[in-house]
């Protein structure tokens, strides 16, 4: 956590169950696992693996779609600053339309139950719904957009598709929840949604969406994608930590060491969406949050709201948008485009 955070949290740091690293090609009792000769063979072929990956990351960030993602996130959060969910804000039309969208897959949840079946996790239900969303998503999209923007329907409910987790392997993940902001962000690239729905985007939109995403997670067991268990910041959400804690910055009396007391979760929950994270967490997982949940634990640790907002941003372009098994699956297209970013 120190290279995104700075050093302030290390005393508050409970454990590092980090393992010590294992001598290469010998197991216990110093017997050789396989020929030492065949084990850097295969790290060779990992390492040309990995650095094709990280060549693709490195590309990635100098597009068009990388540029406008991150000031679409940006945006948002110093849009959010200070503010409240309960707060007022404008409500346009198209707002209200996003929220029937998400009305209506929040319907179909209901109207498609799980299964039973031998395996507690991935509910195969979660496929039925999922196809209902892939056939209807062009026909959802087209009454969000204005009339004369509907052309753009097909490419835009690509990202709705990808925003609600994987079918084949029924896990969510942030590269699913980073589908969703892309696809608001291609809304206000066409124009439905402006400036002045920025709250609303937030505190409306995405937060209903959240809402639909946890409902999915809970009804049909969902595998977190690509989960870094105890070792990351959350099983499948990011940037509502991103802009829950910008809505903190300058608060008079919450500071980040508050948000693993209880009380303070349950007082507050429903003005603060890092919070509503927060108490969402502790209804799912049980133990001690220093266990169960170190990076957050951790990061209670940092003296003000502005530092654990500027190391979550770093954190998320390093562990999310800069690592390919997450951008792997992102989508470009005309709106977010593979195009060089204009120097």
């Keep these: 956590m120190s290279k995104h955070f700075g050093d302030s949290g290390k005393e508050k740091l409970p454990f590092n169950r980090k393992k010590p690293p294992a001598e290469p090609g010998l197991g216990r009792g110093g017997h050789l696992l396989r020929p030492v000769g065949v084990r850097e063979g295969r790290q060779d ?7 094709r990956q990280r060549l693709i990351t490195d590309m990635i960030r100098c597009r068009e779609a ?12 110093e849009g959010v600053k200070g503010k409240k969910l309960t707060c007022e804000y404008k409500v346009s039309e198209t707002v ?27 509910n195969k239900a979660y496929r039925t719904w999922f196809a209902k969303l892939d056939q209807e998503a062009e026909a959802l999209v087209s009454v969000v957009l204005p009339a004369d ?37 291609c809304l206000c690239k066409v124009g439905a949604l402006r400036v002045d729905d920025q709250l609303a985007i937030v505190f409306k939109v995405f937060n209903r969406y959240l809402e639909v995403m946890r ?20 099983d499948f959400q990011f940037l509502p930590f991103i802009w829950g804690s910008s809505q903190f910055i300058d608060h008079p009396t919450l500071e980040p060491r508050h948000f693993v007391d209880e ?19 502790n209804e799912m997982k049980t133990g001690p949050f220093a266990e169960h949940s170190n990076q957050l634990w951790n990061i209670s640790a940092v003296p003000s709201w502005s530092k654990v907002n500027q190391g979550l941003i770093r954190m998320y372009k390093a562990e999310c948008l800069e690592k390919f098994p997450v951008i792997q699956h992102f989508k470009f297209g005309s709106l977010l485009s593979i195009q060089p970013a204009k120097p």
């Design 45 to 51: 072929k990992r390492h040309a693996v990995e650095e």
């Design 66 to 77: 990388y540029a406008d993602y991150i000031g679409f996130i940006l945006t948002l959060n």
């Design 96 to 122: 209200e339309k996003l929220m029937d969208l998400l009305g209506t897959l929040d319907r179909w949840i209901n109207e498609t139950p799980p299964v039973d079946q031998p395996s507690r996790f991935g």
């Design 149 to 185: 923007k509907r052309a753009a329907a097909p490419e835009i409910a690509v990202y709705l598709k990808e925003s609600v987790g994987n079918s084949t392997r029924i896990d969510y993940g942030t590269g699913h929840e980073a589908a969703f902001a892309a696809f608001l962000c």
């Design 215 to 234: 409902k999915l997670q809970k009804t049909y067991r969902m595998e977190p994608a690509g989960s870094q268990g105890v070792w990351g910041l959350d």
């Design 263 to 281: 009380r303070v979760v349950n007082e507050h929950h429903q003005d603060y969406m890092f919070l509503e994270c927060i108490k969402f967490i």
